[in-house]
Structures are given as structure tokens and as C-alpha cells.
């Protein structure tokens, strides 16, 4: 994450990734809502586990390192991945480990990634999950392709392009905005963690983990947060 116009204090105040443990789920949501005593009565009153998601400085035990530390001291609303640095480029390396914490802290049927600029309907989000309980396998999200691109100066480069065959074109993949996976393909996850690699995008790293499994894939209309339907439980902003 990089803070321009706000400081980090201010910028964590307006935007909050979550867990949300909402019956059997764990979701990592965008969520503008206060710290402290108020976390803590959502976990005991409805279970619900709040969350901030960041690496750490490229600059390790610089000020914004401890501005998190100080932070999350008086509010324990962090995650802090150590060993990974927050950048845009790290954005799947990040997710990876988000999954693996995760399944290793919460006990859930799902564990769902969302963007930090989507905003979610967590009852409808629930619901939605809820219809799903009975597929041990699965993989829930608005799925989409896309072009590979080999330039190495395109905003999108792919180093590994050439993976992908001579159309250039992406598996089928869940839109990084939102997606849900089942506990068993976040324990898969957990456990071949030093074997899954990722590509150059998080929500393709992310498909390719299940694309040689017995996985069901869902596309799920109301995940596409950017067609501004009226059925969608999230909207991008």
C-alpha cells in the first residue's frame, strides 16, 4: 500500500480489509468502521473478526513499520505479514500468504479475498455462501479470461507469457475483486505453500492452483462487482 495525500493513521480510518466470520465464512473486506472495543464486540456478539491485511515496509522498522506496530497494539486489527514487503507487484505473494494465515487461525467452510476498493453486502455475501455448503471443492467467483501480455513494458506484462500458448489468452479465473474458496482448497494452499507459484496478477495465481484439481468452479453473477447489476452483494468504486 502506498499513502499519498493521507497519513497511514488516516487512510486506515476511511478503509479496513476484514475477516468476516459470518457463520461459516472468513472474508478479507473493505470495511470503513472503527477499532477497538467495536472489533471486539463484532467477534463475541456475531463472530465477526476484523482484520487489516499489510506487509511491512520496504524500508523494515522504518516509521510506517511502526506506525502499524503502535497501531495494532492498542487495536489488534492487523495482520502483519513479516516476511513480505507491501508493494503492488507482491499483490499474489501477499494473497498466498493471506490464505495460509487464514485457514491456520480460523476454523471456516470459506475463506473469501476481496480488493481494498470493493465494498460488500455482507448478508447478501453470506447468503450466497450459505447455498454452497454442500460442495467440498469449491472455487466461487465472477470468472472471467484475458489477454496475456508479453511486452515487457505493458502495464500488464506477464513474464511468463509464453506459458499460455500461442492464443495469449488467460485460463478461466475469478475476477480479483472478489472470490471465495471452500477450507479444503485453502488447506491445499496451506500445505503445498512452497510449491504453488504465482504469476504475475494474484486472482491468475490464485485460478491456477485449482485448474489441475477436482475443484468446482462457480461463476457466481452477483460477484461481478463491476457490471453495476442489481442482483450484485458488492460494488467497485
Same mark, same amino acid.
Given at each position: 500500500?502506498?499513502?499519498?495525500?493521507?497519513?497511514?493513521?488516516?487512510?486506515?480510518?476511511?478503509?479496513?480489509?476484514?475477516?468476516?466470520?459470518?457463520? &461459516?465464512?472468513?472474508?478479507?473486506?473493505? #470495511?470503513? =468502521?472503527? +477499532?477497538?472495543? *467495536?472489533?471486539?464486540?463484532?467477534?463475541?456478539? $456475531?463472530?465477526?473478526?476484523?482484520?487489516?491485511?499489510?506487509?511491512?515496509?520496504?524500508?523494515?522498522?522504518?516509521?510506517?513499520?511502526?506506525?502499524?506496530?503502535?497501531?495494532?497494539?492498542?487495536?489488534?486489527?492487523?495482520?502483519?505479514?513479516?516476511?513480505?514487503?507491501?508493494?503492488?507487484?507482491?499483490?499474489?505473494?501477499?494473497?498466498?500468504?493471506?490464505?495460509?494465515?487464514?485457514?491456520?487461525?480460523?476454523?471456516?467452510?470459506?475463506?473469501? &479475498?476481496?480488493?481494498?476498493?470493493?465494498? #460488500?453486502? =455482507?448478508? +447478501?455475501?453470506? *447468503?450466497?455462501?450459505?447455498?454452497?455448503?454442500? $460442495?467440498?471443492?469449491?472455487?466461487?467467483?465472477?470468472?472471467?479470461?484475458?489477454?496475456?501480455?508479453?511486452?515487457?513494458?505493458?502495464?500488464?506484462?506477464?513474464?511468463?507469457?509464453?506459458?499460455?500458448?500461442?492464443?495469449?489468452?488467460?485460463?478461466?479465473?475469478?475476477?480479483?475483486?472478489?472470490?471465495?474458496?471452500?477450507?479444503?482448497?485453502?488447506?491445499?494452499?496451506?500445505?503445498?505453500?512452497?510449491?504453488?507459484?504465482?504469476?504475475?496478477?494474484?486472482?491468475?495465481?490464485?485460478?491456477?492452483?485449482? =485448474?489441475?484439481?477436482?475443484?468446482?468452479?462457480?461463476?457466481?453473477?452477483?460477484?461481478?462487482?463491476?457490471?453495476?447489476?442489481?442482483?450484485?452483494?458488492?460494488?467497485?468504486?
Amino acid at each position: 500500500m502506498v499513502v499519498k495525500s493521507l497519513s497511514l493513521k488516516d487512510h486506515l480510518e476511511d478503509i479496513r480489509k476484514v475477516f468476516d466470520v459470518l457463520d &461459516k465464512a472468513v472474508v478479507n473486506i473493505e #470495511v470503513t =468502521i472503527c +477499532a477497538g472495543a *467495536a472489533l471486539k464486540k463484532l467477534e463475541d456478539e $456475531k463472530g465477526i473478526v476484523v482484520r487489516f491485511v499489510i506487509g511491512r515496509s520496504a524500508n523494515h522498522g522504518d516509521s510506517l513499520d511502526r506506525e502499524i506496530d503502535s497501531e495494532n497494539r492498542q487495536t489488534n486489527d492487523f495482520i502483519v505479514l513479516d516476511g513480505k514487503v507491501e508493494a503492488t507487484e507482491e499483490a499474489p505473494k501477499k494473497t498466498k500468504l493471506f490464505f495460509i494465515n487464514a485457514v491456520e487461525n480460523w476454523n471456516a467452510e470459506f475463506y473469501v &479475498k476481496i480488493n481494498d476498493d470493493v465494498f #460488500v453486502n =455482507i448478508d +447478501a455475501l453470506g *447468503a450466497t455462501l450459505s447455498t454452497h455448503l454442500d $460442495k467440498p471443492r469449491v472455487y466461487i467467483g465472477c470468472m472471467k479470461s484475458g489477454e496475456v501480455f508479453s511486452e515487457p513494458n505493458h502495464k500488464w506484462y506477464e513474464p511468463d507469457w509464453w506459458k499460455f500458448g500461442d492464443g495469449k489468452s488467460y485460463f478461466r479465473h475469478a475476477s480479483g475483486e472478489i472470490y471465495a474458496i471452500s477450507r479444503a482448497l485453502a488447506q491445499f494452499i496451506s500445505i503445498n505453500r512452497s510449491i504453488l507459484r504465482t504469476y504475475a496478477h494474484d486472482d491468475v495465481s490464485t485460478g491456477s492452483w485449482f =485448474i489441475g484439481l477436482a475443484a468446482k468452479f462457480i461463476n457466481e453473477g452477483n460477484f461481478c462487482c463491476s457490471s453495476w447489476s442489481p442482483g450484485a452483494l458488492c460494488a467497485a468504486v
